[in-house]
């Protein structure tokens, strides 16, 4: 079992700059592909980015992705945020890999997610 905890959403300007983190629980962090996904208000949840070094093309260039197998802890720097950016954020783990790296459906742990506001 896996249990995962967000943090360090908020409200931030257009252009603006936060860093989300995401705690894990379990022995074997280190051999789980973890990733983020966002779902903006009446959207369906999408991909973001995923350790594996995917991004998706709206946040190419601007989210950066990383871990830290001794904290078990993913973290998502997100830089020149823009209105479009608003959304619930979400931390996921997949255990096995059967399928796409962008597909919700591939991941089986959950956050319970962190709102991420971009607005003047």
């Known amino acids: 079992q896996v249990h995962l905890v967000e943090s360090g959403g908020g409200l931030v300007q257009p252009g603006g700059s936060l860093r989300l983190s995401c705690a894990a629980s379990?022995?074997?962090?280190?051999?789980?592909?973890m990733a983020w996904f966002r779902q903006p208000p009446g959207k369906e949840r999408e991909f973001v980015a995923t350790?594996?070094?995917y991004y998706a093309d709206s946040v190419k260039g601007r989210f950066t992705i990383s871990r830290d197998n001794g904290k078990n802890t993913v973290y998502l720097q997100m830089n020149s945020l823009k209105p479009e950016d608003t959304a619930v954020h979400y931390c996921?783990?997949?255990?096995?890999?059967?399928?796409?790296?962008?597909?919700?459906?591939?991941?089986?742990?959950w956050g319970q997610g962190t709102q991420v506001t971009v607005s003047s």
């Open positions: 996921a783990a997949r255990t096995a890999y059967s399928g796409h790296y962008s597909s919700v459906n591939e991941y089986n742990y």
């Open positions: 350790t594996s070094g």
């Open positions: 379990g022995r074997s962090f280190g051999s789980y592909d």
